[in-house]
């Protein structure tokens, strides 16, 4: 039974798909396995995920059989995953070498039922940009309500503090996912290493800022169900933070 379930959505990731499985195949910690949702890819991405899997048992496909979405994808993962721990890589981002090793070493100390680490961004090309994006020590539900700083590639779940793990099927799926396990009283707590590799992609990423507003908005209101008082107070300090975020990203 490996340790570590790696949860990876995929979806016409041709491009990048086998550099994300090779940053994961040079973990220094390899008691893991690579759990690959593709949510009915039209490229080549199934087929490579294949021939990989064929050399390397550890990561394994699974075909969607119709489109989803990534919650959906995550989801069907999950849904497979034997690991103790859940660790949450997208299809075009990267693991630096020794990212499981330090941050399951981390999770370990602090029994921490969520963990997150700083990362940095790179483009389409690989070249690394903008600033190292720090974390806090630790956020707690009502921080998290304010907070933008758990990044999906650097976040690992321990299910046996934070229980059955289930994605919500709505826009910032991470983000609701992150507030149920916190929910209930548990505190995340934060790495302050550089261990992850974030990529930004052209295409979206004028349509990012008004799209996660309307998403966590949508959060506040209708799946966390906060008045409409708090919601307007987490969502003026989320969206300050994601501005200075954004700025240099």
């Not at 490229?43 to 699974?62: G, N, Q, W, Y």
């Not at 690989?126 to 806090?136: A, S």
């Not at 998403?215 to 994601?242: D, K, M, T």
């Amino acid at each position: 039974m490996p340790l570590v379930s790696i949860i990876t959505p995929s979806w016409n990731v041709e491009r990048f798909i086998e550099e994300t499985i090779r940053s994961v195949q040079a973990q220094t910690f390899a008691d893991w396995e690579l759990l690959i949702a593709d949510d009915c890819s039209t490229d080549k991405t199934p087929e490579l995920i294949e021939a990989i899997s064929a050399r390397d048992p550890r990561v394994k496909l699974i075909r969607q059989e119709k489109n989803g979405g990534p919650a959906l994808a995550r989801q069907a993962s999950i849904d497979h995953a034997q690991g103790r721990y859940l660790a949450f890589l997208d299809s075009d981002d990267l693991w630096l070498p020794n990212k499981l090793e330090r941050q399951l070493v981390f999770a370990r100390e602090k029994r921490a039922a969520l963990s997150y680490t700083a990362f940095r961004r790179i483009d389409e090309s690989n070249t690394t940009t903008g600033r190292l994006i720090e974390v806090p020590g630790s956020l707690s539900y009502a921080q998290l309500l304010k907070n933008t700083s758990i990044a999906t590639l650097t976040a690992l779940v321990d299910r046996e503090i934070a229980g059955p793990v289930t994605m919500t099927n709505e826009g910032y799926d991470d983000f609701c996912l992150w507030l149920s396990i916190l929910r209930p009283g548990h505190t995340a707590f934060g790495l302050n290493e550089d261990l992850a590799r974030y990529r930004v992609r052209g295409a979206s990423v004028s349509s990012r800022p008004v799209r996660s507003a309307k998403w966590v908005w949508h959060i506040y209101r209708n799946v966390e169900h906060l008045p409409l008082i708090q919601s307007a107070w987490c969502f003026g300090h989320w969206g300050a933070r994601a501005w200075l975020k954004r700025r240099e990203f």
